[in-house]
T-cell receptor, first 111, second 115 residues
Framework: GQQVMQIPQYQHVQEGEDFTTYCNSSTTLSNIQWYKQRPGGHPVFLIQLVKSGEVKKQKRLTFQFGEAKKNSSLHITATQTTDVGTYFC???????????FGTGTRLQVFP | KAGVTQTPRYLIKTRGQQVTLSCSPI?????VSWYQQTPGQGLQFLFE???????NKGNFPGRFSGRQFSNSRSEMNVSTLELGDSALYLC??????????????FGPGTRLTVL
């Protein structure tokens, strides 16, 4: 079945360093969503990308949707301790119209 | 608007018992999805209900079932609980004008522990 994998699974960075998580789908996606889950919390929607090659920015966060609409990335510039959490991508399969969550990347930021 | 609410927040059951979890979506949202979250398996999709009908289903055994009421509130039931059912169960609502899933607004979850 369809899979959405994220790498890395874990990432520890020093505060101020950059961070990137990659999301790869086995099938073409209609769109890609990104969520953040703080420790002990629930996933919170960050952004949605729809167009091939689309790039969106939210302050220090940059989101990209691949040209083939099978992968995406989230890049955080100059991480802060408030960025700690698990980042999930979620894509809607072009074939099945089902929303599939990625495996998540847990980010730890050391002050 | 009030967010998605889930009750109870915490639950402890023993193997073989059954459990019912409740979810109230954001007012006006008609789609409710349920997810199981465990440290090892991440976020696993259970099922989605839209206008009282199950629209999508994940790969879970028949012990997991759900329903949606006319006011969009949803319940999830797990029968014959197993130790492996211990997890955080998240409910998410969305307001899909189309027939495909849209932005998920998650509730705080119900932490189920099976002893």
């Amino acid at each position: 079945g369809q899979q959405v994998m994220q790498i890395p699974q874990y990432q520890h960075v020093q505060e101020g360093e950059d961070f990137t998580t990659y999301c790869n789908s086995s099938t073409t996606l209609s769109n890609i969503q990104w969520y953040k889950q703080r420790p002990g919390g629930h996933p919170v929607f960050l952004i949605q990308l729809v167009k091939s090659g689309e790039v969106k920015k939210q302050k220090r966060l940059t989101f990209q949707f691949g040209e083939a609409k099978k992968n995406s990335s989230l890049h955080i510039t100059a991480t802060q301790t408030t960025d700690v959490g698990t980042y999930f991508c979620a894509g809607i399969s072009h074939n099945t119209d089902k929303l599939i969550f990625g495996t998540g990347t847990r980010l730890q930021v050391f002050p | 608007k009030a967010g998605v609410t889930q009750t109870p927040r915490y639950l402890i059951k023993t193997r073989g018992q059954q459990v019912t979890l409740s979810c109230s979506p954001i007012s006006g949202h008609r789609s409710v999805s349920w997810y199981q979250q465990t440290p090892g398996q991440g976020l696993q999709f259970l099922f989605e209900y839209f206008s009282e009908t199950q629209r999508n289903k994940g790969n879970f055994p028949g012990r997991f079932s759900g329903r949606q009421f006319s006011n969009s509130r949803s319940e999830m039931n797990v029968s014959t609980l197993e130790l492996g059912d211990s997890a955080l169960y998240l409910c998410a609502s969305s307001f899909p004008p189309r027939e495909i899933p849209d932005t998920q607004y998650f509730g705080p979850g119900t932490r189920l522990t099976v002893l």
